[in-house]
Protein backbone atom coordinates (compact mmCIF):
# COMPACT_ATOMS: atom_id res chain seq x y z
CA UNK A 1 0.00 0.00 0.00
CA UNK A 2 1.48 3.34 -0.89
CA UNK A 3 2.33 5.77 1.79
CA UNK A 4 1.76 9.42 1.81
CA UNK A 5 5.40 10.20 0.94
CA UNK A 6 5.24 7.79 -1.69
CA UNK A 7 1.53 9.51 -3.23
CA UNK A 8 2.88 12.84 -2.68
CA UNK A 9 6.31 12.00 -4.65
CA UNK A 10 3.58 11.04 -7.50
CA UNK A 11 2.12 14.95 -7.67
CA UNK A 12 5.36 16.58 -7.14
CA UNK A 13 7.34 14.75 -9.22
CA UNK A 14 10.14 17.04 -11.07
CA UNK A 15 11.53 20.01 -9.10
CA UNK A 16 8.90 22.45 -8.16
CA UNK A 17 6.26 20.59 -9.80
CA UNK A 18 3.25 20.95 -6.66
CA UNK A 19 4.57 24.24 -6.47
CA UNK A 20 4.03 25.07 -9.98
CA UNK A 21 0.71 23.30 -10.25
CA UNK A 22 -0.18 25.70 -7.16
CA UNK A 23 0.80 29.07 -8.92
CA UNK A 24 -0.90 27.83 -12.28
CA UNK A 25 -4.42 27.41 -10.65
CA UNK A 26 -4.06 29.42 -7.82
CA UNK A 27 -2.88 32.56 -8.94
CA UNK A 28 -1.42 33.01 -12.43
CA UNK A 29 -4.62 32.82 -14.51
CA UNK A 30 -7.08 36.29 -14.54
CA UNK A 31 -10.58 35.76 -13.26
CA UNK A 32 -13.22 37.36 -15.42
CA UNK A 33 -14.01 39.56 -12.66
CA UNK A 34 -11.02 41.31 -12.17
CA UNK A 35 -11.37 44.93 -12.86
CA UNK A 36 -7.72 46.56 -14.52
CA UNK A 37 -7.74 50.19 -14.26
CA UNK A 38 -4.73 52.77 -13.43
CA UNK A 39 -4.20 54.43 -10.10
CA UNK A 40 -2.54 57.12 -9.41
CA UNK A 41 -0.22 57.05 -6.72
CA UNK A 42 1.32 59.88 -4.33
CA UNK A 43 5.47 59.77 -4.09
CA UNK A 44 5.38 58.01 -0.78
CA UNK A 45 3.24 54.96 -2.24
CA UNK A 46 5.89 55.27 -5.44
CA UNK A 47 8.61 55.02 -3.05
CA UNK A 48 7.19 52.33 -0.69
CA UNK A 49 6.24 50.15 -3.77
CA UNK A 50 9.56 50.42 -5.59
CA UNK A 51 11.36 49.30 -2.53
CA UNK A 52 9.26 46.30 -2.23
CA UNK A 53 9.23 45.87 -5.71
CA UNK A 54 13.31 45.40 -5.55
CA UNK A 55 12.87 42.68 -3.20
CA UNK A 56 10.50 40.42 -5.17
CA UNK A 57 13.01 40.86 -8.26
CA UNK A 58 15.85 39.15 -6.01
CA UNK A 59 15.82 35.51 -6.76
CA UNK A 60 17.10 33.29 -4.23
CA UNK A 61 20.70 32.61 -5.39
CA UNK A 62 22.83 29.54 -3.45
CA UNK A 63 25.51 31.12 -3.70
CA UNK A 64 25.50 34.28 -1.90
CA UNK A 65 26.66 34.26 2.00
CA UNK A 66 23.12 36.53 2.16
CA UNK A 67 20.89 34.04 0.94
CA UNK A 68 22.40 31.20 2.92
CA UNK A 69 22.64 32.77 6.17
CA UNK A 70 19.05 33.71 5.76
CA UNK A 71 18.23 29.84 5.10
CA UNK A 72 20.15 28.57 7.78
CA UNK A 73 18.21 31.73 10.29
CA UNK A 74 14.93 30.21 8.90
CA UNK A 75 16.10 26.55 10.55
CA UNK A 76 17.07 27.75 13.50
CA UNK A 77 14.41 29.10 14.32
CA UNK A 78 12.30 26.32 13.11
CA UNK A 79 14.11 23.86 14.55
CA UNK A 80 16.17 25.58 17.45
CA UNK A 81 17.25 22.59 19.03
CA UNK A 82 18.04 20.21 16.09
CA UNK A 83 21.45 21.00 14.75
CA UNK A 84 21.45 21.80 10.40
CA UNK A 85 23.65 19.54 8.92
CA UNK A 86 24.18 21.41 5.59
CA UNK A 87 22.46 23.62 3.35
CA UNK A 88 21.60 20.69 1.36
CA UNK A 89 20.37 18.14 3.27
CA UNK A 90 17.24 15.29 3.99
CA UNK A 91 16.61 17.19 7.24
CA UNK A 92 14.88 20.34 4.85
CA UNK A 93 12.12 17.73 4.07
CA UNK A 94 11.00 18.20 8.35
CA UNK A 95 10.05 21.68 7.29
CA UNK A 96 8.16 21.10 3.95
CA UNK A 97 10.68 21.38 1.34
CA UNK A 98 10.04 19.03 -1.79
CA UNK A 99 13.25 17.90 -1.70
CA UNK A 100 16.90 18.05 0.52
CA UNK A 101 17.68 21.44 -1.65
CA UNK A 102 15.14 24.31 -0.64
CA UNK A 103 16.66 26.40 -3.12
CA UNK A 104 14.67 24.04 -5.96
CA UNK A 105 11.68 25.60 -4.03
CA UNK A 106 12.52 29.03 -4.37
CA UNK A 107 11.65 29.75 -8.08
CA UNK A 108 8.05 30.99 -7.84
CA UNK A 109 8.53 33.30 -4.99
CA UNK A 110 12.16 34.33 -5.08
CA UNK A 111 14.20 35.58 -1.92
CA UNK A 112 11.56 37.47 -0.18
CA UNK A 113 9.15 34.37 0.01
CA UNK A 114 12.37 33.28 2.52
CA UNK A 115 12.17 36.74 4.53
CA UNK A 116 8.56 36.40 4.68
CA UNK A 117 8.86 33.15 6.07
CA UNK A 118 11.87 34.16 8.35
CA UNK A 119 9.55 37.32 9.42
CA UNK A 120 6.93 34.96 10.68
CA UNK A 121 9.06 32.76 12.23
CA UNK A 122 10.55 35.66 14.32
CA UNK A 123 8.02 38.03 15.02
CA UNK A 124 4.98 35.39 15.80
CA UNK A 125 7.22 32.44 16.92
CA UNK A 126 4.09 30.62 18.94
CA UNK A 127 2.11 30.73 15.73
CA UNK A 128 4.72 29.68 13.51
CA UNK A 129 5.62 26.64 15.56
CA UNK A 130 2.18 25.68 15.71
CA UNK A 131 1.66 25.81 11.55
CA UNK A 132 5.09 24.31 11.14
CA UNK A 133 4.41 21.36 13.20
CA UNK A 134 0.16 20.98 12.22
CA UNK A 135 -0.66 21.24 15.82
CA UNK A 136 -4.21 22.83 16.13
CA UNK A 137 -7.32 21.21 14.50
CA UNK A 138 -8.38 17.95 13.29
CA UNK A 139 -5.93 17.51 10.64
CA UNK A 140 -5.94 15.16 7.67
CA UNK A 141 -4.12 12.20 7.19
CA UNK A 142 -1.78 14.27 4.24
CA UNK A 143 -1.37 18.01 5.13
CA UNK A 144 0.11 20.40 2.87
CA UNK A 145 3.83 21.06 3.16
CA UNK A 146 4.67 23.79 5.11
CA UNK A 147 7.45 25.58 3.45
CA UNK A 148 6.37 25.20 0.11
CA UNK A 149 3.10 26.72 0.94
CA UNK A 150 4.58 29.72 2.27
CA UNK A 151 6.21 30.16 -1.08
CA UNK A 152 2.80 29.69 -2.33
CA UNK A 153 1.38 32.27 -0.42
CA UNK A 154 3.92 34.82 -1.23
CA UNK A 155 3.75 34.26 -4.97
CA UNK A 156 -0.51 34.49 -4.83
CA UNK A 157 0.50 37.66 -2.65
CA UNK A 158 2.09 39.46 -5.10
CA UNK A 159 -0.44 38.56 -7.82
CA UNK A 160 -3.61 39.53 -5.99
CA UNK A 161 -1.97 42.84 -4.92
CA UNK A 162 -0.68 43.42 -8.95
CA UNK A 163 2.72 44.10 -6.95
CA UNK A 164 4.69 43.58 -10.40
CA UNK A 165 2.71 46.29 -12.35
CA UNK A 166 4.44 49.82 -12.71
CA UNK A 167 1.36 50.95 -10.72
CA UNK A 168 -1.57 48.94 -9.08
CA UNK A 169 -4.42 48.07 -11.82
CA UNK A 170 -6.82 46.73 -9.02
CA UNK A 171 -8.38 48.26 -6.37
CA UNK A 172 -6.87 45.84 -3.99
CA UNK A 173 -3.52 46.27 -4.69
CA UNK A 174 -4.11 50.47 -4.94
CA UNK A 175 -5.53 49.83 -1.36
CA UNK A 176 -2.78 47.72 -0.31
CA UNK A 177 -0.69 50.46 -0.94
CA UNK A 178 -2.00 52.63 1.45
CA UNK A 179 -1.14 50.05 3.98
CA UNK A 180 2.04 49.90 2.88
CA UNK A 181 3.03 53.99 3.81
CA UNK A 182 1.62 52.83 7.36
CA UNK A 183 4.08 50.24 7.38
CA UNK A 184 7.12 49.31 5.18
CA UNK A 185 6.57 45.63 7.42
CA UNK A 186 3.15 45.11 5.57
CA UNK A 187 3.72 42.52 3.37
CA UNK A 188 5.62 40.27 5.64
CA UNK A 189 2.88 40.83 8.04
CA UNK A 190 0.10 40.02 5.78
CA UNK A 191 2.43 37.05 4.29
CA UNK A 192 2.01 35.58 7.81
CA UNK A 193 -1.75 36.91 8.31
CA UNK A 194 -2.37 34.94 5.24
CA UNK A 195 -0.58 31.75 6.19
CA UNK A 196 -2.40 31.62 9.62
CA UNK A 197 -5.89 32.41 7.56
CA UNK A 198 -4.87 29.64 5.00
CA UNK A 199 -4.46 26.99 7.35
CA UNK A 200 -7.75 28.20 9.35
CA UNK A 201 -9.86 27.63 6.05
CA UNK A 202 -7.86 24.27 5.85
CA UNK A 203 -9.41 23.11 8.57
CA UNK A 204 -12.39 24.70 8.27
CA UNK A 205 -12.92 22.82 4.65
CA UNK A 206 -11.74 19.38 6.21
CA UNK A 207 -9.12 19.88 3.46
CA UNK A 208 -6.77 16.95 2.22
CA UNK A 209 -3.35 17.43 0.12
CA UNK A 210 -5.02 17.78 -3.01
CA UNK A 211 -7.45 20.54 -1.78
CA UNK A 212 -4.80 22.68 -1.18
CA UNK A 213 -5.89 25.07 -4.66
CA UNK A 214 -9.66 24.94 -3.60
CA UNK A 215 -8.21 26.66 0.29
CA UNK A 216 -5.70 29.08 -1.33
CA UNK A 217 -8.56 30.47 -3.79
CA UNK A 218 -10.95 30.72 -0.50
CA UNK A 219 -8.33 32.38 1.58
CA UNK A 220 -7.71 35.14 -1.12
CA UNK A 221 -11.21 35.95 -1.59
CA UNK A 222 -11.39 36.12 1.91
CA UNK A 223 -8.33 38.56 1.35
CA UNK A 224 -9.90 40.87 -0.73
CA UNK A 225 -12.99 41.12 1.14
CA UNK A 226 -10.67 42.33 4.06
CA UNK A 227 -8.57 44.69 2.36
CA UNK A 228 -11.24 46.52 0.60
CA UNK A 229 -13.31 47.15 3.85
CA UNK A 230 -13.51 50.55 4.76
CA UNK A 231 -12.64 50.76 8.33
CA UNK A 232 -9.22 48.89 6.90
CA UNK A 233 -6.51 51.83 7.56
CA UNK A 234 -3.38 49.47 8.54
CA UNK A 235 -2.75 45.67 8.13
CA UNK A 236 -3.61 45.15 12.35
CA UNK A 237 -7.29 46.02 11.09
CA UNK A 238 -7.78 43.11 9.07
CA UNK A 239 -10.30 40.77 10.80
CA UNK A 240 -8.01 37.99 9.97
CA UNK A 241 -5.44 39.82 11.78
CA UNK A 242 -7.23 38.46 14.90
CA UNK A 243 -6.58 34.71 14.18
CA UNK A 244 -2.90 35.48 13.98
CA UNK A 245 -2.62 37.04 17.56
CA UNK A 246 -4.74 34.65 19.39
CA UNK A 247 -8.54 36.98 19.34
CA UNK A 248 -11.92 35.75 18.67
CA UNK A 249 -12.59 37.68 15.09
CA UNK A 250 -15.34 40.00 15.44
CA UNK A 251 -16.31 40.68 11.50
CA UNK A 252 -14.38 38.23 9.91
CA UNK A 253 -16.68 35.72 8.04
CA UNK A 254 -15.11 32.93 6.39
Known amino acids: MPTCVDICAEVVAGSAAWLGKGLSCVCAQRRESDVR ?20 DVAYDSSMSEHQDALKALWKASFPEEELVGLISEQWKEMGWQGKDPSTDFRGGGFISLENLLYFARKFPEVF ?4 HKREGDRALWEYPFAVAGVNITFMLIQMLDLEAVKPRTLVGATFLKLLVENESAFDLLFSITFKL ?14 FNAVMKATRRQLEREILQEDVTRVEDLPSYSLLVGQQPSNCKI
Do not use: G, K, V
Open 37 to 56: LSFDLTPSQEECLQRLQNRI
Open 198 to 211: MDHQWLSMRASYMD
Open 129 to 132: QDLL
